[in-house]
């Protein structure tokens, strides 16, 4: 899992309980550990001119994260605002506007027709102070929020304890690299992320990540140079996962690597084989 080189670790923490992690801003985690959740869901209490807003409530069936949540939102709350659609960040929103009559605001092309959000967000927008960023990649559906003193919350688009899959239909790798190369030219200086603990030097972090991803790239590229291939063949390969859980997620990393590949003209598609133009 992990690379402890490049990612960061931090204590389990105490459940159902607010910390400070910025100027104006606590989290709670969530009671979700996991292979692809680390410690949990980062919720966030965000303090704004507005009122305080809620950024990724949870999941729906953590309780305890509910109530902390209600506990700690005081008299003046504005908001929830969901970075994307994925049950872990978004599962509580409804569940939280139904208590405290608190509106919900996700991205335009939130991909769930069967909810009615509040307010629908679009790249370049600001609300309750706060900047949204379309950053699809990870989820068609996803946003970053950007503070203007440098804060970014970063969701699951740039997490510090490992990289993010990225699965298509819903997943896209070519829009995850270019989302990435845009946080790069950015002057964000401490990154708040959907799980895991903050990330107080960004730019370089970005800059391994997507370093990282060019590199699974290239080895994919000289893999099929050598064969073409099915996508488990090519992820056992080069990833070289024991853990069935994560060989199935770095399955779905290899497949978006190589839908980018075949946009770009440089792989083709046989059935299931895949091989290099």
């Not at 309980?17 to 550990?33: H, K, L, S, T």
């Not at 506007?97 to 509040?118: C, K, M, N, Q, Y």
């Amino acid at each position: 899992m992990p690379n402890t080189s490049m990612f960061f670790s931090e204590p389990e923490p105490v459940r159902a309980q607010c910390a400070p992690v910025a100027a104006g801003v606590r989290r709670i985690v969530a009671n979700n550990p996991g292979k692809m959740t680390y410690h949990g869901t980062n919720s966030y209490l965000v303090e704004t001119a507005d009122g305080v807003v809620v950024i990724d409530p949870g999941p729906v069936e953590d309780r305890a994260q509910f109530e902390a949540i209600l506990g700690n939102l005081g008299s003046r709350a504005a908001g929830i605002l969901v970075t994307h659609h994925h049950s872990d960040h978004f599962g509580m929103a409804p569940a939280l506007r139904e208590r405290t009559g608190l509106p919900i605001h996700v991205s335009s092309v939130f991909p769930d027709d069967a909810f009615e959000p509040d307010g629908v967000l679009e790249d370049g927008q600001v609300i309750f102070g706060l900047t949204v960023l379309h950053t699809p990649g990870h989820a068609c559906d996803h946003l970053c929020f950007a503070r203007p003193d440098g804060v970014l919350f970063s969701g699951d688009h740039v997490m510090s304890w490992n990289s993010s899959i990225v699965s298509p239909p819903d997943g896209n790798m070519h829009d995850y690299c270019t989302q990435l190369s845009r946080l790069i030219d950015r002057a964000d200086r401490v990154y708040l992320p959907g799980h895991g603990p903050a990330i107080t030097d960004p730019r370089p972090y970005v800059e391994r990540l997507l370093a990282n991803r060019m590199r699974r790239e290239a080895e994919i590229l000289a893999h099929l140079t050598n064969t073409a291939d099915s996508i488990p063949q090519i992820a056992a390969s080069v990833y070289r996962k024991t853990d069935p859980h994560i060989a199935k997620a770095a399955e779905r990393n290899v497949a978006a690597h190589l839908e980018k590949l075949l946009s770009e003209g440089r792989v083709a598609r046989d059935g299931e084989t895949w091989r290099i133009l």
